[in-house]
Structures are given as structure tokens and as C-alpha cells.
């Protein structure tokens, strides 16, 4: 199967470019699609927006890891230079989420998925991609 799939001129020209083009990879991915899986294969492209981290439960585990991990920064310095704050978990909460890095983490996630999630052929799928993300699905 692997010898069909190297010898497709499509396959080729993507495994023997040094800088390949988001089409030259989407039209190998396609082809590596059709050869691995048949061509009465239903495209998963959810397997790849998880991936992604642009699901709407990956884009939320991914932004409460990170105000976890602000919280227990400010628990530990707290620790290692005891004073008298007082931390309202809630206003702490709130004001991460109204970040601009958040709120543009978030909205650039959303984006991506929706655009994404509405292309169901696969060449297009993966043609509508970046090269940063063809690569981090990996060939």
C-alpha cells in the first residue's frame, strides 16, 4: 500500500519539496486519504479540529490550564513573600477572560473551527489550512 502511495506523482512532489506549498500538501493528503483508506472513506475532520485544540472543549481545557496556572503563580509568590492580599478568585476569573490575549486566543480558535468545520471534502479541507497547521496534523 505504501509503494502505491510513494509512487503518486502528487505524493512525490510533496515528499521531494523542500517548501512545500499548502496545495501541494493538501493534494498529497488527499491522495494519502484515497490510498490508506479507500475511496468510499468518510472524512473525519474532527479527529483533526481535536487535534487542532480549535474544538470548542479543547479551546476551554486549554484556557482554564492557563488561568490555573496564573493562579498558582500568584499563590506562589504569595508563599515566598507572605503580605496581606486578598485574592477574589472571581474578579481574578473575570478579568483573565476580558484579556486581550484570551479574548483573541478564543476568537482566533472559534474562527478557525467554524471556517473549518463547514468544508467537508477533504482536498478543500486541507487546502484552507496553514502550512503550520498541515504539519502540526502531520503527514
Do not use: C
Not at 502528487?10 to 501541494?24: A, K, P, T
Not at 479543547?58 to 503580605?83: A, G, H, Q
Amino acid at each position: 500500500m505504501h509503494d502505491n502511495l510513494e509512487d503518486n506523482v502528487e505524493v512525490r512532489e510533496f515528499l521531494n519539496s523542500q517548501n512545500s506549498s499548502v496545495e501541494i500538501i493538501a493534494r498529497a493528503y488527499k491522495v494519502r486519504d484515497d490510498v490508506l483508506y479507500g475511496k468510499n472513506y468518510v472524512f473525519d475532520k474532527n479527529k483533526h479540529l481535536e487535534k487542532l485544540g480549535y474544538t470548542e472543549e479543547k479551546t476551554k481545557s486549554y484556557v482554564m490550564n492557563l488561568f490555573r496556572s496564573t493562579i498558582f503563580k500568584k499563590v506562589n509568590n504569595f508563599i515566598s513573600n507572605p503580605s496581606k492580599v486578598v485574592i477574589n478568585l472571581e474578579d481574578e476569573y473575570n478579568m483573565f477572560m476580558a484579556s486581550p490575549e484570551i479574548v483573541n486566543f478564543v476568537s482566533f480558535r472559534k474562527n478557525r473551527f467554524n471556517i473549518l468545520n463547514n468544508i467537508d471534502d477533504n482536498f478543500e479541507f486541507y487546502n484552507s489550512m496553514t502550512k503550520e497547521e498541515l504539519t502540526y496534523i502531520g503527514w
